[in-house]
C-alpha cells in the first residue's frame, strides 16, 4: 500500500484565494482525520471522519474551513478565503475503526503558505 | 479527554538506552497509551501503543504502571535517527466514544554522537 497520499505536498498562494487540499486513506481504512501542526500551536485535531460521516469538526477554525469526504477513497480541506494566519502543515490521517486499539497512519502533509 | 504530561525535551548518547516518561493520572479504564514520534520534516508515524500491560515491537517497548497513571516508552538502543518529537496520547476505546487523537506538545528527543 503506498499509504496516506496528500497533495500538493506544498502550496504558495495569496490571501483571499481559495485553497483545495486533499487526501486518499489507505484502502480499507475508514476513519479519516485533518489536523494542522504550526510552531504556536503544535498539532491542532481539525476534524475527523468515520465510514464518510463528519463526527468532530470542532476544532475547524471558522468558516472559511471546510471538509468533505465524498467517498471512502477521497476528501478534501478548503479554505475559503485564505489568510496568512493559515500558514501551516496540514496532515491527514486514516485507521480502521473508532477504537482505542486502532493506530492512525499518517500522511507526508501539505506545507500551505498564504502570503 | 483525558490530559498527558510530557518532559518538554530530553537528551541522550547514541547507542544507549532512553526511557522517555509520560504521566496520565485522569485515564480511564478504556484509554488505551499511545506513543507516537515525529522526525524532522515528516509527518508523525506511529511507535507502539497499549492498554494495561506492558508491549513490545521492533521499534522500542511500552512499559505501564500497574495503576495505569504513568507510562514509559523505552528505547533500547538510540540512534541518531530517533532524535524526533515524541508523543504520549491517549486515545479512548469505550463505546461512543469518538476515538479522537489529540496531541500535546510531546518530548523533543536529541541524540548525540
Known amino acids: 500500500d503506498a499509504g496516506v497520499i496528500q497533495s500538493p505536498r506544498h502550496e504558495v498562494t495569496e490571501m483571499g484565494q481559495e485553497v483545495t487540499l486533499r487526501c486518499k486513506p489507505i484502502?480499507?481504512?475508514?476513519?479519516l482525520f485533518w489536523y494542522r501542526q504550526t510552531m504556536m500551536r503544535g498539532l491542532e485535531l481539525l476534524i475527523y471522519f468515520n465510514n464518510n460521516v463528519p463526527i468532530d469538526d470542532s476544532g475547524m477554525p471558522e468558516d472559511r474551513f471546510s471538509a468533505k469526504m465524498p467517498n471512502a477513497s477521497f476528501s478534501t480541506l478548503k479554505i475559503q478565503p485564505s489568510e496568512p494566519r493559515d500558514s501551516a502543515v496540514y496532515f491527514c490521517?486514516?485507521?480502521?475503526?473508532?477504537?482505542?486499539?486502532?493506530?492512525?497512519?499518517f500522511g507526508a502533509g501539505s506545507r500551505l503558505t498564504v502570503l | 479527554d483525558a490530559k498527558t504530561t510530557q518532559p518538554n525535551s530530553m537528551e541522550s548518547n547514541e547507542e544507549e538506552p532512553v526511557h522517555l516518561p509520560c504521566n496520565h493520572s485522569t485515564i480511564s479504564g478504556t484509554d488505551y497509551i499511545h506513543w507516537y514520534r515525529q522526525l524532522p520534516s515528516q509527518g508523525p508515524e506511529y511507535v507502539i501503543h497499549?492498554?494495561?500491560s506492558n508491549v513490545n515491537n521492533r521499534m522500542a517497548s511500552l512499559a505501564i504502571a500497574e495503576d495505569r497513571k504513568s507510562s514509559t516508552l523505552i528505547l533500547h538502543r538510540a540512534t541518531l535517527r530517533d532524535a524526533a518529537v515524541y508523543y504520549c496520547i491517549l486515545r479512548g476505546g469505550g463505546s461512543g466514544n469518538t476515538g479522537k487523537l489529540i496531541f500535546g506538545q510531546g518530548t523533543t528527543l536529541q541524540v548525540k554522537p
Open positions: 490521517a486514516s485507521c480502521w475503526g473508532r477504537s482505542g486499539a486502532n493506530v492512525l497512519t
Open positions: 497499549g492498554l494495561t
Open positions: 484502502s480499507g481504512h475508514n476513519s
